[in-house]
């Protein structure tokens, strides 16, 4: 099973909402990954959870908030954002030195 | 962080054409990987190449590593190959993949 689910693939949400993208992997990988990506332009890392370290792109405003409750397991609280969030987020997994495995993304629109 | 630079940006080819895209990269890797991501938003993994020269039927790839560039083949190119075309380098540690702006590919019927 070579496959990153992401949940949900559409989500809607007004600025005061408090909401969460799942993602999830079986293949065994220790890394995983949350991606922004705008209209035409590439992938922006957001966070890393490696080896049960967590290592945020500090950039990245407190209005996200990852939480990996498992090794298989990466979600990302969204909490007070604004339109300018809105975007496709994308999940990644990576077991050591092999590719990484990307998720179909969850475009989330704030409204 | 490693600054990546992707030629051209965008690319028209007719159906049947080949095509060579490149990737320029600023510092040493530990490893490079080329995704195509289809007009969904869905990146499919082509290559993890982090040295050498890798093919998968029309797609092929050579990285070289000492002269900090990778190039992605595309042979006899067909509509479905249409998309973005993106290299990913990684440097050392839990970094993540650094994207580069990618390359619009266009095959016309």
């Known amino acids: 099973d070579t496959e990153v689910t992401q949940t949900p693939k559409h989500l809607v949400m007004g600025m005061t909402n408090k909401k969460s993208l799942k993602c999830e992997q079986h293949m065994g990988h220790r890394a995983m990954y949350w991606y922004k990506q705008k209209a035409k332009k590439p992938p922006e890392l957001m966070f890393v959870y490696s080896y049960e370290k967590l290592s945020i792109n500090e950039s990245v405003p407190s209005r996200f908030s990852p939480e990996c409750p498992n090794s298989s397991l990466l979600n990302l609280h969204l909490h007070a954002l604004q339109p300018e969030d809105s975007a496709l987020y994308l999940c990644a997994s990576q077991g050591g030195e092999t590719e990484a495995f990307f998720g179909q993304g969850t475009r989330l629109t704030v409204v | 962080g490693i600054q990546v630079e992707q030629s051209p940006p965008d690319l028209i080819l007719q159906e049947g054409a080949n095509s060579t895209l490149r990737c320029n990269f600023s510092d040493s890797v530990n490893n490079l990987q080329w995704f195509h991501q289809n007009p969904w938003g869905q990146l499919i993994n082509l290559f993890y190449?982090?040295?050498g020269t890798k093919q998968n039927g029309r797609l092929s790839a050579t990285t070289v590593a000492t002269e900090r560039y990778s190039l992605l083949y595309i042979s006899s190119s067909q509509t479905t190959d249409s998309g973005v075309y993106f290299c990913a380098p990684e440097g050392g540690g839990a970094d993540g993949l650094t994207f580069g702006k990618g390359t619009h590919l266009i095959i016309q019927p």
């Open positions: 190449i982090p040295s």
